[in-house]
């Protein structure tokens, strides 16, 4: 049976009946003319009428059927043919998800050949004159040929990266914006629900998921090494498994080269693990759970940082900064010794608090500049202010601070903390100034539970420099620390830019180096989305892209270009049109190239 | 009083200039478009002025006219007519002669003007002489040239009845007295022909020439018995068919209620629909006429009122009636 692809269109039959309209109602009287040679007019038209007449009705019904010619062809009809499928020109972005989630086994086949082997489908369906985009989980669209772009999807496989199909339309849609032929995005997809999203734009979507249903997957959500640096003694790392409630599988924890431990996960739980007494030193760390169909998100790395207590000296006037001291000396975090010292300006690494009596300052401030110390201290800050950096410390109210201002020809780099908005702890080198005391006549810190945790990170972290964790997916960008100069993977070298950014789209370790010290690491593990494999069903993926259109990879190119094994019957049409125009002109044109025979 | 003046750039011919108009210098108005020569002056100076050039044109004297007979010899000169050199005397001599003919007899003449209302017609007002405006110059100028040859030349006018009869006379006022008749006879209603013809025959005791001028936009087949029967009397017979040019192709707006001026007959169609078949009508009725009158033994000319009265003279008076 015939069908239209803008079925509304027809609704511009209603103009054949123009001319027959014309025809029937706006005849009028027309002008009279005194003519003396009326009577060879009526002998003319006695002699011709016959034919004139069915000239006129000859008129009329080409010219509706040139109007219907058009308003079919408009209608883009289409016909049955046994399967060989044509189609109009058309712009269409194929996303190609080879996502992580694509590298699972369903039925024993893996769902990214079945989406391989629709996209070959759906491009040699291509017609020279279609228009096409090519996007996978990297998320930048590549125009190319059918050609082209077959060579490209041969040469794809699963990637750890994640693909939202919001973004991913939006982007196709964005791409295709400048088309004047119709455009329509194609998603090779699994469809599952974590990776689905609203898609900014409008435009079609036919979503093709393969045949088999999703399978059971468990996989390493999160792997969470605690506060770094650990201490000699070792410490715990948390793992957390995704996959169905309740579904169990083995974790190794796997800590360097050192003998690895196991113990029993649940999935949607978290399992703590215990690495034992450790080496100071960095360590990579690697989860592991038992082999399933989806191996991608079967692993997950990170590193710790194990280091010796820091050796401080502390003095007992100090009294509010002495007792956290001994509880921290008391639970081995620090030690005595002249490494550090704490609440004064000393000879090599120091936590500098401002003096007790102003006169002081200015000799700490000379004493500062004698360093090289690219900070100073200020007057007094007017007025009480609250602290507002969080991930370091929490709200507490400051009674009094000086003002820490940058000495001329620093960068003012190295603000740890801050108090309405302006520095309240600093750190130059092994250098860390506090614009408060710590006392409770200055700040409330001292007087809450957080007071020791943070006179640790001051002793064991900020003065050694800031140790950075992160924990990030493929393809994320992450902003490096201000102090490093390279990343190392797998012992290559890689020069970065201090406070820049950093993108990796392979999982592992990214050591960060500031000279040649390691201050931090860059885990780049897959996004635990992506081992939600969970298919979103065609309502839920309707509400999200209105007018999408949901199948399987079985008819994959003419769901894609929308024939469904049609022939298209538009150019048939124009041709008609054509036909009929001509014959048109031609009929119309006898009177006037008769007059002109006449006149000659 | 003479006088020259210009509009434009043509010659202004006032009353009594026909002398000036028609010298070597000055264009010549038989050539000139009839719509322009109407507007240099009234009836009787345009005529006469059309006339000098007419016979400029010609050649030859005006005496030598239609009724003339072979007289002498003469020398031919650059500018004679070559239709009246002699072939034998040039195969015999190998001299070139062209023959004289001498005055005859005077001819009769009657000239026969249709003034009915599809008469009064022109198919670009102010534009074009109407079809009456046009004949009645072309018949003064064919008066002209016969009262100038001292033939006798009379009128009659009608349209569904006889309005005027002039007898013939060859009396210097008689043209003056034509005019005169031409331009007072009232425009008129039908086309009643016969009468008209048949009037002629109490006119025209002698054999002489009848010149009808008409559109002929009547039942041909009473008027051409009244032909036949002049011919029968042996008078000559010319049939000046005076047509516009939008009547000898179709040409208007779209679509048109087309009314016959002449009687409640109309029709409505569009031009561009039917010129063509319309063309073919006209040249087939003109085709009627011209077969009818030739085997009647009838002069028949068809002339558009845009063509220069010269040419419809010269058409009129030497190639239809065969006389030079």
């Known amino acids: 049976m015939i069908g239209f692809a803008a079925p509304w269109a027809l609704l511009g039959l209603v103009a054949a009946g123009i001319p027959v309209l014309l025809h029937l109602f706006a005849r009028r009287e027309p002008p009279t003319v005194l003519f003396p040679a009326t009577r060879y007019l009526a002998e003319t038209a006695r002699a011709h009428h016959r034919r004139l007449t069915l000239q006129h009705w000859l008129l009329l019904l080409i010219r509706t059927l040139l109007i219907m010619a058009l308003v079919f062809a408009a209608a883009g009809p289409s016909w049955p043919n046994g399967g060989v499928a044509t189609h109009a020109p058309a712009a269409l972005t194929l996303v190609f998800d080879n996502s992580l989630s694509s590298g699972a086994v369903s039925d024993g086949t893996p769902v990214f050949e079945a989406h391989r082997t629709a996209a070959r489908a759906i491009l040699r369906a291509a017609r020279p004159d279609d228009a096409l985009w090519l996007m996978t989980a990297d998320g930048v669209p590549q125009r190319g040929s059918a050609e082209r772009l077959t060579a490209t999807v041969d040469r794809l496989a699963p990637v750890p990266q994640r693909l939202d199909l919001g973004e991913a339309i939006g982007i196709a849609r964005e791409a295709m914006s400048g088309e004047r032929r119709p455009s329509s995005t194609v998603i090779l997809s699994d469809l599952q629900i974590t990776a689905l999203s609203a898609a900014p734009g409008s435009g079609p979507v036919v979503a093709i998921h393969p045949e088999a249903a999703p399978v059971s997957n468990l996989g390493v959500a999160s792997l969470a090494p605690g506060r770094q640096p650990w201490g000699p003694e070792g410490s715990r790392v948390g793992v957390t498994l995704s996959g169905p409630p309740g579904r169990t599988g083995a974790v190794t924890l796997q800590i360097g080269a050192r003998p690895p431990r196991q113990q029993l996960g649940t999935a949607g739980s978290m399992v703590s693990i215990g690495s034992g007494a450790l080496p100071a030193g960095w360590w990579p760390v690697r989860v592991e759970v038992e082999p399933d169909e989806l191996r991608l998100d079967d692993t997950r790395q990170t590193a710790i940082r194990v280091s010796d207590a820091a050796g401080a000296a502390w003095r007992v006037e100090d009294r509010f900064l002495a007792t956290a001291a001994e509880v921290l000396l008391q639970n081995g975090r620090l030690q005595r010794g002249a490494d550090l010292t704490l609440g004064a300006l000393g000879p090599g690494a120091s936590i500098v608090q401002p003096p007790a009596d102003p006169a002081a300052l200015g000799g700490l401030n000379r004493a500062l500049a004698a360093r090289g110390i690219g900070w100073r201290y200020g007057d007094l800050a007017p007025g009480s202010a609250t ?113 820049g950014g950093f993108r990796s789209g392979e999982t592992g370790l990214h050591f960060i180096l500031s000279g040649r010290d390691t201050i931090g690491v860059v885990a780049v593990n897959p996004d635990p989305r992506e081992s939600e494999l969970a298919r979103g069903n ?30 298209e019957l538009v150019g048939l049409f124009l041709w008609v049109a054509g036909l009929l125009a001509i014959a048109e002109a031609l009929l119309a044109g006898v009177g006037t190239r008769r007059q002109a025979r006449g006149a000659a | 009083m003479n006088r020259v003046d210009s509009i434009g750039t043509r010659p202004y011919v006032g009353r009594g200039m026909p002398a000036a108009v028609v010298s070597a210098s000055k264009p010549r108005l038989d050539l000139l478009d009839p719509a322009e020569v109407a507007l240099l002056g009234g009836l009787e100076v345009v005529t006469e002025g059309i006339v000098e050039g007419f016979l400029t044109g010609l050649h ?26 002699d072939w034998r005397l040039l195969a015999r ?7 004289q003919f001498e005055e005859e007899t005077n001819l009769r003449a009657m000239l026969v003007l249709d003034t009915s209302r599809s008469m009064d017609w022109s198919g670009a007002p102010g534009g074009r002489l109407t079809k009456r405006e046009y004949a009645e110059r072309l018949l003064a100028a064919m008066a002209l040239v016969l009262l100038r040859q001292r033939d006798a030349t009379g009128l009659i006018t009608f349209d569904d009845a006889v309005r005027r009869v002039v ?48 559109d002929l936009l009547f039942d041909p087949p009473l008027a051409l018995t009244a032909l036949r029967f002049l011919r029968h009397r042996g008078h000559q017979v010319l049939v000046l068919h005076v047509m516009d040019p939008d009547e000898v192709e179709l040409r208007g707006p779209a679509e048109a209620r087309y009314q016959d001026p002449e009687s409640p007959q109309s029709v409505v169609l569009r031009p561009v629909d039917w010129a063509g078949a319309y063309s073919q009508t006209v040249k087939s009725v003109v085709a009627e006429w011209r077969s009818a009158c030739r085997r009647r033994g009838i002069g028949y000319e068809r002339v558009t009122t845009d063509t220069p009265f010269g040419h419809a003279l010269r058409q009129a008076l030497v190639r239809s009636t065969g006389l030079a």
């Open chain 2, 93 to 99: 001599s190998d001299r070139l002669y062209v023959k």
């Open chain 1, 387 to 499: 602290i507002d950096s969080g991930p370091i410390l929490g709200r507490h109210s400051v009674a009094r601070s000086y003002r820490l201002l940058p000495t001329s020809g620093s960068s003012g780099r190295g603000v740890l903390v801050t108090a309405a908005g302006a520095p309240w702890a600093v750190r130059a080198g092994e250098i860390i100034l506090l614009g408060s005391r710590l006392e409770p006549d200055w700040l409330s810190l001292p007087l809450s539970a957080e007071f020791v945790p943070f006179v640790d990170f001051l002793a064991n972290r900020a003065v050694r420099g800031e140790l950075v964790l992160l924990d990030v997916a493929p393809g994320d960008v992450v902003a490096l620390p201000d102090a490093a100069t390279d990343v190392v993977r797998d012992g290559r070298v890689r020069a970065v830019e201090g406070g």
């Open chain 2, 60 to 85: 030859r004297s005006p005496r030598r006219g239609f009724s003339v007979e072979f007289a002498e010899h003469r020398m031919y000169q650059p500018g004679d007519e070559p239709r009246y050199l």
């Open chain 1, 538 to 567: 065609a309502a839920a993926i309707g509400r999200l892209w209105p007018g999408s259109r949901v199948t399987s990879t079985v008819p994959a190119a003419s769901a894609a270009f929308g024939t469904a094994g049609r022939a």
């Open chain 2, 167 to 214: 007898p013939p006379r060859a009396r210097h006022t008689q043209w003056h007295l034509l005019l005169r008749e031409l331009q007072s006879t009232p425009g008129g209603g039908g086309t009643a022909a016969e009468p008209a013809l048949r009037r002629v025959v109490e006119q025209l005791r002698r054999r002489g020439l009848v010149v009808l001028v008409s």
